[in-house]
């Protein structure tokens, strides 16, 4: 039992007060020397809903350090902790949701995002934010979707990363997270994810990986999920041997919030806290597994170690907490105005301009003269955010329909058009009726309108996942109405995960994807509409056609407790370009007000630091239109021929870059081997295969300006021959090669034979007695093969 738990209210407040007054003086071998057994293993649980568990008595003082959910604002309970933790919380900055900064393809920015966020961490004494999420875009019905950067790792790694190094910039700590194979929210707290390991490593684990070779998370959060049969929270290969061993990992492992099914396990495993408080119970099972010899009592050490050093880190930001950080603007020590004007700044950068046609000339962004008129309940009824542990309970909120007011100093005409959310469907069926015919009379004499649809809270939320891709059919009923008597429409879509445009789309010669913007999502879509911003948002998931177009479509949710990841590596833009596939908007795309060019596309192979193969891309970019803009260089590379399937093309580098008209730039990708490399499911490892590889240069996986092919030197690849390998493997053999050739083609075996023994094991061969060939001349073929 925790002993924290076994004692009266006055003792434990008593308890409380010694352990957590911040202290500079906190020497981590000092204290973890002083503990017995049952003080460290309470340390591996938490105290509370959000509190990691104090150690207060004579001599020993460990604070209880308070962790809270995130990723793109802070929500810090303001009362009590309930049991779900979904309570009230503290105003903090609602940035925009990780749908959204994914799209902004830009690390700076994420940077800066991730520096306020740790502001407003650091402000309310909380030691460690619970986010990024950077799990792959599987599946487009993943209900957590609106949580996570993109479908790609390399844009989940590069982005996650810039999040957790401005958020630790400001002396707190982050919780890379839900690791890992967190796809999907149906079943997740026990489904298997049975996924083979050259798909984890290319596709599941990289971005983990990059972010934790490149900004060291205080934490790391474990999912809910197996792993091929294993629970996350006690995979030893997982969680020690890849991402420690391997990765270098030099933080804390925590669960996800009752992630834990076997304490002891997990603790062996390489798991260091569990939260939330288990009111003592697994604490006991820890003590009682090492007084019984079934845990050494040196793995508790290491891990009330990896605890103890966490809070040692958040002390100077503890210690530093109670000064009086305000002034003027300033809300509980940090900058409200500014960083609301930075999740602005964000929303903008993340919009994406899918489509903008328009006779004469393209419908945005808005004139002054053009009349426009709003449709949509979404204008002034905003959905900024996802739903369940993310929310955050913002410092003001901006829609749409007020900051279009307010910047264009008129009084827009408004119809709602449909209502959202609505309990009692059959008041609400006469009711959008009455909507669709008040918003039909607003368009029909107006210059332009801007009709904004979008996915209620109720169809996506952390907890369940989305049914379909479809918009609520109130809302198509609506379009289809108002583009009736006014083809002047631009679309904005408000919705945190992939939806279907194809139904409805050429109703509107405009598209505008504003994902879920934050608190201040509202200005910054109106900024792009009207020009102010300049859209460079790039799509960092695909759009496809239809739901059953998507790679993992009969392979999701799964059933009978297990998903089966059938489309191996083929994820994404990865499937649908191998495929030809037709797609609504590849990944990559976004359109601008203004146009570039590219040219002075080159690759040159050179050796990286280590002697490895590498390779440096460069091009040039010029902005050929009359407007300033930001394009995203994409850079793709392709392998045509491998041991392998690998994909068409697969993103391994991007710059987001400013340019003014007339301006050019060159721009410079170094590519590492690894850029060039797969994971080879025989030798378990990284390897460059030789040969050509074509490097490609573009704006969207479709979009592609210039390429270069090189030649690679790679390693030997080619597997020891055995029994059991094939006539054809021994014929690609460099020394026993030409033999085996000659045995198959020199007359030794029949012609009408020479199209199926390709594929059969020498071994076979040998018990056949083909071309000469028995046991003893095979066992004289390997050893000389492999000598």
């Known amino acids: 039992m925790n002993i924290y738990h076994s004692v009266g209210l006055e003792a434990r407040e008593r308890i409380m007060s010694i352990a957590t007054t911040p202290s500079r003086a906190f020497d981590v071998e000092h204290v973890l020397a002083g503990l017995t057994l049952e003080e460290k293993a309470s340390l591996l649980s938490g105290l509370d809903f959000w509190t990691t568990q104090p150690v207060g008595r004579d001599g020993v003082a460990v604070p209880g350090v308070m962790v809270t959910d995130g990723p793109h604002g802070l929500r810090k309970q303001a009362e009590s902790p309930d049991h779900l933790g979904l309570g009230n919380s503290v105003p903090a900055t609602c940035f925009p949701t990780a749908a959204t900064l994914g799209s902004t393809w830009d690390p700076a920015l994420l940077r800066r995002v991730g520096e306020a966020l740790g502001r407003e961490t650091r402000a309310n004494d909380v030691a460690v934010l619970l986010g990024p999420g950077i799990n792959i875009k599987r599946s487009p019905l993943n209900g957590r979707n609106f949580e996570y950067l993109s479908e790609d790792p390399v844009i989940a790694g590069k982005?996650?990363?810039?999040?957790?190094?401005?958020?630790?910039?400001?002396?707190?700590?982050?919780?890379?997270?839900?690791?890992?194979?967190?796809?999907?929210?149906?079943?997740?707290?026990?489904?298997?994810?049975?996924?083979?390991?050259?798909?984890?490593?290319?596709?599941?684990?990289?971005?983990?990986?990059?972010?934790?070779?490149?900004?060291?998370?205080?934490?790391?959060?474990?999912?809910?999920?197996?792993?091929?049969?294993?629970?996350?929270?006690?995979?030893?290969?997982?969680?020690?041997?890849?991402?420690?061993?391997?990765?270098?990992?030099?933080?804390?492992?925590?669960?996800?919030?009752?992630?834990?099914?076997?304490?002891?396990?997990?603790?062996?495993?390489?798991?260091?806290?569990?939260?939330?408080?288990?009111?003592?119970?697994?604490?006991?099972?820890?003590?009682?597994?090492?007084?019984?010899?079934?845990?050494?009592?040196?793995?508790?050490?290491?891990?009330?170690?990896?605890?103890?050093?966490?809070?040692?880190?958040?002390?100077?930001?503890?210690?530093?907490?109670?000064?009086?950080?305000?002034?003027?603007?300033?809300?509980?020590?940090?900058?409200?105005?500014?960083?609301?004007?930075?999740?602005?700044?964000?929303?903008?950068?993340?919009?994406?301009?899918?489509?903008?046609?328009?006779?004469?000339?393209?419908?945005?962004?808005?004139?002054?003269?053009?009349?426009?008129?709003?449709?949509?309940?979404?204008?002034?009824?905003?959905?900024?955010?996802?739903?369940?542990?993310?929310?955050?309970?913002?410092?003001?909120?901006?829609?749409?329909?007020?900051?279009?007011?307010?910047?264009?100093?008129?009084?827009?005409?408004?119809?709602?058009?449909?209502?959202?959310?609505?309990?009692?469907?059959?008041?609400?069926?006469?009711?959008?009726?009455?909507?669709?015919?008040?918003?039909?009379?607003?368009?029909?004499?107006?210059?332009?309108?801007?009709?904004?649809?979008?996915?209620?809270?109720?169809?996506?939320?952390?907890?369940?996942?989305?049914?379909?891709?479809?918009?609520?059919?109130?809302?198509?009923?609506?379009?289809?109405?108002?583009?009736?008597?006014?083809?002047?429409?631009?679309?904005?879509?408000?919705?945190?995960?992939?939806?279907?445009?194809?139904?409805?789309?050429?109703?509107?010669?405009?598209?505008?994807?504003?994902?879920?913007?934050?608190?201040a999502g509202g200005s910054g879509v109106v900024d792009v509409l009207l020009g102010a911003v300049n859209p460079a948002g790039r799509l960092a998931e695909t759009l496809p056609l239809r739901l059953v177009d998507n790679p993992s479509h009969g392979n999701f949710p799964g059933e009978l407790g297990h998903v089966r990841y059938g489309e191996g590596v083929l994820v994404g833009y990865r499937w649908y370009d191998a495929r030809q596939a037709e797609v609504a908007y590849p990944f990559g795309h976004g359109l601008s007000y203004t146009t570039f060019a590219y040219d002075g596309v080159t690759a040159e192979v050179g050796d990286g630091p280590d002697g490895d193969p590498a390779v440096r891309v460069r091009a040039t970019v010029t902005n050929t239109g009359e407007r300033a803009g930001a394009e995203v260089v994409q850079v793709y590379v392709g392998d045509p021929v491998a041991q392998v399937l690998r994909p068409e093309r697969e993103l391994k580098a991007f710059a987001k870059v400013e340019l003014a008209p007339g301006e050019s730039r060159e721009l410079t990708f170094d590519l590492t081997a690894r850029d060039l490399s797969y994971w080879h499911p025989v030798l378990r490892r990284w390897v460059v295969e030789g040969g050509e590889f074509v490097v490609s240069v573009g704006a969207s996986s479709r979009d592609l300006r210039g390429s270069a092919t090189v030649v690679v030197d790679g390693e030997d690849v080619r597997l020891p021959l055995e029994g059991l390998s094939t006539v054809a493997e021994a014929m690609d053999h460099p020394v026993v090669g030409p033999r085996v050739h000659a045995m198959v083609h020199g007359g030794a075996v029949a012609d009408d034979m020479l199209g199926m023994i390709g594929d059969m094991p020498l071994a076979v061969v040998a018990d056949f007695g083909m071309g000469g060939l028995d046991r003893d001349r095979l066992a004289a073929l390997l050893a000389e093969a492999n000598a």
């Open 159 to 519: 982005l996650g990363a810039a999040l957790v190094a401005g958020i630790q910039s400001q002396g707190v700590g982050t919780s890379l997270k839900h690791f890992a194979a967190n796809n999907q929210e149906a079943d997740r707290m026990r489904v298997s994810a049975d996924v083979d390991e050259r798909t984890l490593r290319e596709i599941y684990l990289a971005g983990f990986e990059h972010v934790v070779k490149q900004a060291q998370p205080w934490t790391v959060m474990c999912s809910y999920n197996k792993i091929n049969d294993v629970y996350a929270s006690q995979n030893h290969w997982l969680l020690t041997e890849v991402l420690r061993d391997e990765w270098g990992f030099e933080g804390l492992v925590m669960s996800d919030w009752g992630a834990v099914r076997d304490r002891v396990a997990a603790v062996a495993a390489g798991l260091d806290l569990e939260m939330p408080a288990s009111g003592g119970r697994t604490d006991a099972d820890v003590v009682t597994a090492v007084r019984e010899g079934r845990l050494d009592e040196a793995v508790v050490d290491v891990a009330a170690r990896r605890v103890l050093h966490l809070v040692a880190r958040a002390l100077p930001a503890l210690d530093s907490a109670a000064l009086d950080l305000t002034g003027p603007g300033t809300s509980a020590g940090y900058d409200a105005d500014a960083h609301h004007a930075l999740a602005r700044e964000a929303a903008a950068a993340g919009t994406v301009l899918l489509k903008n046609d328009g006779i004469p000339a393209p419908l945005l962004p808005l004139a002054s003269g053009d009349g426009v008129a709003v449709v949509g309940e979404l204008a002034r009824t905003p959905r900024y955010q996802g739903a369940g542990s993310s929310q955050v309970n913002p410092t003001r909120l901006d829609d749409a329909l007020s900051a279009l007011r307010a910047a264009t100093g008129a009084e827009v005409p408004f119809a709602a058009g449909y209502t959202v959310d609505a309990p009692d469907l059959a008041a609400a069926a006469a009711q959008e009726e009455a909507l669709r015919a008040e918003a039909v009379e607003v368009a029909r004499t107006a210059g332009t309108v801007l009709v904004f649809l979008g996915l209620p809270a109720s169809y996506e939320s952390e907890g369940f996942d989305r049914e379909h891709m479809d918009l609520p059919g109130g809302q198509i009923a609506l379009l289809e109405a108002v583009a009736a008597v006014n083809p002047r429409i631009v679309v904005v879509l408000a919705n945190g995960s992939a939806v279907s445009v194809a139904p409805w789309q050429h109703l509107a010669p405009a598209v505008v994807e504003g994902w879920l913007g934050g608190q």
